[in-house]
């Protein structure tokens, strides 16, 4: 059986609201989100997801630390522009729900192989 590609590759972006990160410096690495109020996701009852990152040849997934654990996306980034901290959030092409809000882009992001069938 052959695999079929059913979707593009994702981009995942940290995000904030701009009050978060007027009273937290942005981070200018990903080693830094572990002093920021981050909020987690949680893909099942066990598992917490570990943001991460890709640069060059190097890979590097990071367990965060925050006050808030949700499985809920839309939850996720409503806690975010409310001023809750960052959240590791995945961008599609278009993205208005990111786009439209008054969020502050951390400046790095990760690139996510698409689905297959």
Do not use: Q
Not at 15 to 20: D, E, F, K, M, N
């Amino acid at each position: 059986m052959a695999a079929v590609r059913v979707s593009r590759d994702l981009r995942a972006a940290i995000v904030g609201s701009p009050a978060y990160f007027e009273s937290h410096p942005k981070p200018a690495s990903p080693r830094e989100l572990l002093s920021h109020r981050c909020i987690n996701f949680r893909h099942r009852p066990d598992e917490v997801y570990r943001w991460e990152f890709d640069k060059g040849k190097r890979s590097l997934a990071i367990a965060v630390n925050g006050p808030l654990i949700v499985d809920d996306a839309e939850l996720s980034l409503r806690a975010a522009l409310d001023g809750a901290g960052p959240v590791s959030v995945m961008i599609r092409t278009p993205r208005p729900r990111v786009d439209s809000a008054p969020f502050a882009l951390v400046p790095y992001s990760v690139t996510c192989s698409g689905s297959n069938s």
